[in-house]
């Protein structure tokens, strides 16, 4: 079994910063590590991913250049640094862990979930 557990979350005024931590523990895996969110009747949503054997992050396109996906693999760990937070980035954030190495931004192509981290931003 593989068990994700998200930290980091937050209450935080539009423009600031925030920086989410998921750290992955039980049966190793490779694949990818990922961020989804999901908004109040909205769906999940992608946000971020990485590989844990390479350092080639995807981003969904309204977080480009604001959000930075980071791993530490020598603590199983993945990080999620949001910068230039605006209101619409409010959501439940979940990590996420992926066999494969394919790039997947549907949340069913993903195999292991955290019980998700609470961000909001203020206007």
């Known amino acids: 079994q593989v068990q994700l557990v998200e930290s980091g979350g937050g209450l935080v005024q539009a423009g600031g910063s925030l920086r989410l931590s998921c750290a992955a523990s039980?049966?190793?895996?490779?694949?990818?590590m990922g961020w989804f969110r999901q908004a109040p009747g909205k769906e999940r949503e992608f946000v971020a991913s990485?590989?844990?054997?390479?350092?080639?992050?995807y981003y969904t396109e309204s977080v480009k250049g604001r959000f930075t996906i980071s791993r530490d693999n020598t603590k199983n760990t993945v990080y999620l640094q949001m910068n230039s937070l605006k209101p619409e980035d409010t959501a439940v954030y979940y990590c996420?862990?992926?066999?494969?190495?394919?790039?997947?931004?549907?949340?069913?192509?993903?195999?292991?979930w955290g019980q998700g981290t609470q961000v909001t931003v203020s206007s």
């Open positions: 990485i590989r844990w054997s390479s350092s080639n992050p």
């Open positions: 039980g049966r190793p895996f490779s694949g990818a």
């Open positions: 996420a862990g992926k066999l494969g190495l394919g790039t997947v931004t549907s949340a069913g192509g993903w195999n292991y």
